[in-house]
């Protein structure tokens, strides 16, 4: 494994990137925890906006265990998303951001303003079919 180099980026730039990384982090957080509140914290009945007391049909009730289902995988990708960023702001502390972690080469500019949280260049993604 390639011994880690030091960023190649100004401070400046490293300090919006830790911004632009933050806010995405709180966006996700603020949207895992509506997902959360829509599918964990209320009954099936609530979920489907029924109030009336009557019973639901069980196409009624498959569709909203489908849709429930899906807001929890939605959620599920968050989590992994802010696990990424997480990442990228310990790479910040730790002075090795926008380095390739397979390489230890530059991630390009471009690809960081695209995506913020990238560990891997182009090239080795592309290799590694990351």
């Known amino acids: ?32 925890a509506q997902i959360e509140k829509e599918t964990l914290h209320n009954s099936q009945r609530d979920f489907a906006g029924d109030l009336s007391g009557w019973k639901l049909h069980m196409a009624d009730a498959g569709t909203d265990a489908a849709e429930q289902e899906m807001l929890l995988g939605l959620a599920s990708t968050e989590q992994k998303m802010i696990d990424k960023i997480n990442h990228a702001l310990e790479r910040i502390d730790l002075g090795t951001y926008g380095m390739c972690e397979l390489s230890g ?7 960081l303003d695209v995506i913020p949280e990238a560990t891997v260049c182009i090239k080795c993604m592309n290799k590694y079919n990351l």
Do not use: F, H, N
């Open 1 to 32: 494994m390639p011994k880690k180099k030091k960023t190649w980026l100004t401070e400046k730039e490293i300090e919006s990137y830790r911004q632009i990384l933050i806010d995405k982090k709180t966006r996700i957080l603020g949207d895992v």
């Open 105 to 111: 080469l530059k991630i390009s500019r471009a690809r």
